[in-house]
């Protein structure tokens, strides 16, 4: 079965400092990896994802995220946080040997907090 | 485009009432998705239809039934609603060929 880890329910960063949102996955054949965001009220919006390629995904408002096949990590970093960067961040994976469109495992998600 | 809409966004029911949840999307995508947010537990699927015509169960799909109306509208039912429904209810949508999802807006639901 498909899963996925977000080992840190918070993190927390000064602005400017470079920023790490950790993930871990399981899954059986090669995953497709996501990465969302959520605003305080708002729906999820996707900031990138890894279908295969090259292992760093750069991705919207900055983020980039490694894909570490051997570590099972799809860590997300952006070089310099911003406060607007605070946020819950979800991780997600599709194992893609399931036939079908079958959804994505979403992770408990990570809250950043940024301050100035 | 408006992408995907959800209404209500606030909703208070008495425990034992019913009600839907409506769901639409104009980006023409084949699969929808409802999920529910709860604090500590991330997103848990509730229900999902991979294709119009089509809907498949979830992790947490008891107390809930789905509509697949047409290919743009994907409703939620709750026919007899508990306070551990009580949650925050998200409605996505997917291409075919493609697995990145995009979401509502949500809609509160709070169970007494």
């Known amino acids: 079965a498909q899963s996925v880890a977000q080992p840190e329910d918070q993190v927390n960063v000064a602005e400017g400092n470079p920023l790490t949102v950790k993930c871990t996955y399981s899954?059986?054949?090669?995953?497709?990896l996501f990465w969302y965001v959520q605003y305080p009220n708002r729906g999820l919006q996707f900031l990138l994802k890894y279908i295969t390629g090259d292992n760093l995904v750069k991705g919207s408002y900055g983020f980039e995220a490694e894909f570490n096949k051997s570590q099972t990590s799809f860590h997300l970093k952006k070089p310099s946080a911003l406060v607007s960067d605070s946020a819950l961040y979800f991780c997600?994976?599709?194992?893609?040997?399931?036939?079908?469109?079958?959804?994505?495992?979403f992770g408990k998600g990570t809250r950043l907090s940024v301050i100035a | 485009n408006a992408g995907v809409t959800q209404t209500p966004k606030f909703q208070v029911l008495k425990t034992g009432q019913s009600m839907t949840l409506q769901c639409a999307q104009d980006?023409?995508?084949?699969?929808m998705y409802w999920y529910r947010q709860d604090p500590g537990m991330g997103l848990r699927l509730i229900y999902y239809?991979?294709?119009?015509?089509?809907?498949d169960k979830g992790e947490v799909p008891n107390g809930y039934n789905v509509s697949r109306l047409n290919k743009r509208e994907f409703s939620l039912r709750l026919e007899s609603a508990a306070p551990s429904q009580t949650s925050v209810y998200f409605c996505?949508?997917?291409?075919?060929?493609?697995?990145?999802?995009?979401f509502g807006p949500g809609t509160r639901l709070t169970v007494t």
């Open positions: 996505a949508s997917s291409r075919l060929d493609s697995y990145e999802q995009y």
């Open positions: 239809s991979a294709s119009e015509g089509t809907t």
């Open positions: 899954v059986s054949g090669n995953p497709y």
């Open positions: 980006m023409n995508h084949n699969s």
């Open positions: 997600a994976v599709r194992d893609p040997l399931h036939s079908g469109n079958t959804p994505l495992v």
